[in-house]
T-cell receptor, first 112, second 114 residues
Framework: QQQVKQSPQSLIVQKGGIPIINCAYE??????FPWYQQFPGKGPALLIAIRPDVSEKKEGRFTISFNKSAKQFSLHIMDSQPGDSATYFC???????????FGTGTRLQVFP | DAMVIQNPRYQVTQFGKPVTLSCSQTLNHNVMYWYQQKSSQAPKLLFH???????NEADTPDNFQSRRPNTSFCFLDIRSPGLGDAAMYLCATSRDPTEQYEQYFGPGTRLTVT
């Protein structure tokens, strides 16, 4: 119940494409869903986050879509660039615990 | 710039030789976390501090210890490193436990065990 399932494990797109990364959860107590971006040799960095009372959130080229009834959420990267090549982790948290539950990660490669 | 700093960035130790990794933060955050991340895996939480209150994850081996002498600093001690402890160790902070979804990570320390 504490797991967050993430897919695909890896993704290759051409520049300008729209990669989509999907996550699913079981625990309905989760109340915050952040996405973290990690470049090789660096720590993860918060990219964008959403609460379950919102169905979509956009920040620049990054959009989270959230489907509360299906217990799924996804990250879309519009007009992807080679600089977006990184590993992306979805995560979930609840106010009752003081930690993040990470998905397994998706390695994205964007080719010119 | 406010940040999370980890030293050293790369650490090589011998099998069984104790090693200490350090983390400092200028964000004045109340919570500090230590994660272990192995290649192509998600970060795995080892433990965290809320102020001076220590919270150990149930599956963190006894070989791993931590100290937080003040708000700014936190240390990870590995008492007898094994080959399986080779990994990236990440320190992170959050303002307080209710904001655990927004964590600020340091660049990590890559530990090699020979």
């Amino acid at each position: 119940q504490q797991q967050v399932k993430q897919s695909p494990q890896s993704l290759i797109v051409q520049k300008g494409g729209i990669p989509i990364i999907n996550c699913a959860y079981e625990n309905t107590a989760f109340d915050y869903f952040p996405w973290y971006q990690q470049f090789p040799g660096k720590g993860p960095a918060l990219l964008i986050a959403i609460r379950p009372d919102v169905s979509e959130k956009k920040e620049g080229r990054f959009t989270i879509s959230f489907n509360k009834s299906a217990k799924q959420f996804s990250l879309h990267i519009m007009d992807s660039q080679p600089g977006d090549s990184a590993t992306y982790f979805c995560a979930a948290s609840t106010r009752s615990t003081d930690k993040l539950i990470f998905g397994t990660g998706t390695r994205l490669q964007v080719f010119p | 710039d406010a940040m999370v700093i980890q030293n050293p960035r790369y650490q090589v130790t011998q099998f069984g030789k104790p090693v200490t990794l350090s983390c400092s933060q200028t964000l004045n955050h109340n919570v500090m976390y230590w994660y272990q991340q192995k290649s192509s895996q998600a970060p795995k939480l080892l433990f965290h501090y809320y102020d001076k209150d220590f919270n150990n994850e149930a599956d963190t081996p006894d070989n791993f210890q931590s100290r937080r002498p003040n708000t700014s600093f936190c240390f990870l001690d590995i008492r007898s490193p094994g080959l399986g402890d080779a990994a990236m160790y990440l320190c992170a902070t959050s303002r307080d436990p209710t904001e655990q979804y927004e964590q600020y990570f340091g660049p990590g320390t890559r530990l090699t065990v020979t």
